[in-house]
């Protein structure tokens, strides 16, 4: 088991727990532009704080105790955890949150921690993760949190439209080709070397278990919400007119 430096164990809890915080941030304000009071917007804010801080420390415990390190409890862990959120979106007060004005470009402000993926570069240089995982694993969650606020600025805006579904698309990509490269070079269904045994042990079990389900219904609230939105009219053109000489 390798235990890296403090600082790598900072920079991998400072993401999953921006990201979460950004989080209900972003539903809180959803909930008073959806015409909630501050009280039941703070109070959803804070219960999607405790589901998400609770998950987080739960999934802390587990991969702890090394159980993360067979099969089936890592996959189990995160599909369960991404199930359980989708779930959660459909409860009227989340739902409605969620619809509220301007909610699309203000979802993608969560994905700019994923610039802390340059902790997959790191562990790649001390030499602890293959380049089969750690390159587009860091590379794409870097480009992702980079592009995150730029593209949340032009849906502000009103444009973007376009940018921002190749964003989601891009982010949702990065995610699965990750867990994939991870799942095959981490439980020898790849051989590699090293491996990368690392992500199914602190502190990196708690980026594919309990940040990248919360990245996905993040991606899916977006698309979702571009998708049903009707597109704005083009710009009328001048009829041409001709003069008689």
């Given at each position: 088991?390798?235990?890296?430096?403090?600082?790598?164990?900072?920079?991998?809890?400072?993401?999953?727990?921006?990201?979460?915080?950004?989080?209900?941030?972003?539903?809180?304000?959803?909930?008073v532009?959806?015409?909630?009071?501050?009280?039941?917007?703070?109070?959803?804010?804070?219960?999607?704080?405790?589901?998400?801080?609770?998950?987080?420390?739960?999934?802390?415990?587990?991969?702890?105790?090394?159980?993360?390190?067979?099969?089936?409890?890592?996959?189990?862990?995160?599909a369960?955890?991404?199930?359980?959120?989708?779930?959660?979106?459909?409860?009227?007060?989340?739902?409605?949150?969620?619809?509220?004005?301007?909610?699309?470009?203000?979802?993608?402000?969560?994905?700019?921690?994923?610039?802390?993926?340059?902790?997959?570069?790191?562990?790649?240089?001390?030499?602890?993760?293959?380049?089969?995982?750690?390159?587009?694993?860091?590379?794409?969650?870097?480009a992702?949190?980079?592009?995150?606020?730029?593209?949340?600025?032009?849906?502000?805006?009103?444009?973007?439209?376009?940018?921002?579904?190749?964003?989601?698309?891009?982010?949702?990509?990065?995610?699965?080709?990750?867990?994939?490269?991870?799942?095959?070079?981490?439980?020898?269904?790849?051989?590699?070397?090293?491996?990368?045994?690392?992500?199914?042990?602190l502190?990196?079990?708690?980026?594919?278990?309990?940040?990248v389900?919360?990245?996905?219904?993040?991606?899916?609230?977006?698309?979702?919400?571009?998708?049903?939105?009707?597109?704005?009219?083009?710009?009328?053109?001048?009829?041409?007119?001709?003069?008689?000489?």
């Amino acid at each position: 088991m390798y235990d890296p430096p403090a600082y790598l164990w900072a920079i991998i809890i400072a993401g999953p727990t921006a990201v979460a915080a950004w989080t209900c941030i972003v539903l809180y304000g959803g909930a008073v532009r959806a015409g909630l009071s501050r009280r039941p917007a703070a109070l959803l804010a804070g219960t999607a704080a405790t589901v998400f801080g609770g998950w987080l420390a739960a999934s802390a415990v587990i991969a702890g105790h090394g159980w993360y390190r067979t099969l089936p409890w890592f996959p189990v862990a995160a599909a369960g955890y991404l199930g359980l959120l989708l779930a959660l979106r459909r409860i009227p007060v989340v739902a409605r949150a969620l619809a509220a004005p301007r909610m699309a470009s203000r979802l993608e402000l969560p994905h700019t921690p994923r610039v802390a993926g340059v902790a997959f570069l790191l562990y790649l240089a001390f030499g602890h993760l293959p380049a089969l995982f750690a390159l587009p694993a860091g590379l794409g969650d870097i480009a992702a949190g980079i592009a995150a606020p730029l593209v949340a600025r032009r849906l502000a805006q009103g444009t973007g439209r376009r940018a921002a579904l190749w964003f989601n698309a891009f982010g949702i990509t990065d995610l699965v080709v990750a867990l994939t490269l991870g799942a095959l070079t981490g439980f020898g269904l790849l051989n590699v070397t090293p491996s990368s045994a690392p992500i199914t042990e602190l502190p990196l079990a708690l980026i594919p278990t309990a940040t990248v389900p919360l990245l996905f219904v993040l991606h899916f609230t977006v698309v979702t919400a571009l998708g049903r939105a009707p597109r704005a009219p083009l710009p009328a053109t001048t009829p041409l007119t001709v003069t008689a000489e």
